[in-house]
């Protein structure tokens, strides 16, 4: 049976079925029960300009990770898979697809470091900052756990981050989500069916 995922804590799974139903074939990541609707903030791009999330993606699939550019594992783990990914899919298909990635470290994640971390894996990849408040307000309004720090109280310590990624379609709601351990073939698999996809909500 296919995982579902709660948004009120996205790490449990659901035995119930829920309101989205797939059209497009199976998913690897796992469906979401509700899906979660995208939100709408505004943080600093890489370029040091205002970037509206809700207005810049609108009509593309959109993937949303909270993460930091001095994670040791799954942040590089998950850029590295959705950059080779994107670039197997023909250009018609991954032109239709915008990851955003929103650093959880903006003491040490200035747009310039989060531009040349992110160029490692794709130049097409949107990197975000803000102050902790305001970022933390927009992990809260994604249903996201806030991340936090932890370890020493220098420069060396690390961030306690969600480590899934989420999966906009094309109708602002997030009915998958992609946990830690996602390959790039399962991406390959399942972002041309998110592409396609049209949902359908069984009656409440």
């Known amino acids: 049976m ?14 119930s079925p829920g309101p989205a139903q797939q059209s497009g074939g199976n998913y690897r990541g796992g469906l979401v029960t509700p899906p979660l609707p995208k939100p709408g903030f505004v943080l ?3 370029s040091g300009a205002a970037f509206d999330f809700r207005q810049r993606t609108e009509g593309y699939v959109t993937l949303l990770f909270f993460g930091y550019t001095n994670c040791p594992d799954q942040c ?8 080779a990914a994107l670039k197997k899919m023909p250009a018609d298909l991954s032109d239709r697809v915008k990851l955003v990635f929103v650093t959880t470290d903006p003491t040490r994640d200035s747009p310039a470091v989060v ?8 130049r097409r990849f949107i990197g975000l900052t ?21 370890g020493p109280s220098n420069d060396s ?22 946990p830690g351990g996602v390959s ?4 390959v698999h399942d972002l041309p069916l998110l592409i396609q996809e049209t949902w359908t909500r069984r009656a409440e």
């Open 2 to 15: 296919q995982p579902r995922f709660s948004p009120l804590c996205l790490l449990l799974f659901l035995v």
């Open 44 to 46: 600093t791009d890489t």
């Open 76 to 83: 590089p783990m998950h850029m590295a898979n959705l950059g």
């Open 115 to 122: 531009r040349r971390w992110l160029d490692l894996f794709d």
């Open 130 to 150: 803000g102050s902790e408040r305001a970022i933390e307000a927009v992990e809260r309004a994604a249903g996201v756990p806030p991340a936090t720090k932890t």
């Open 157 to 178: 310590y690390a961030v306690s981050h969600a480590n899934f990624v989420l999966a906009y379609s094309k109708d602002n709601l997030a009915h998958v989500i992609y």
């Open 184 to 187: 790039k073939e399962d991406w």
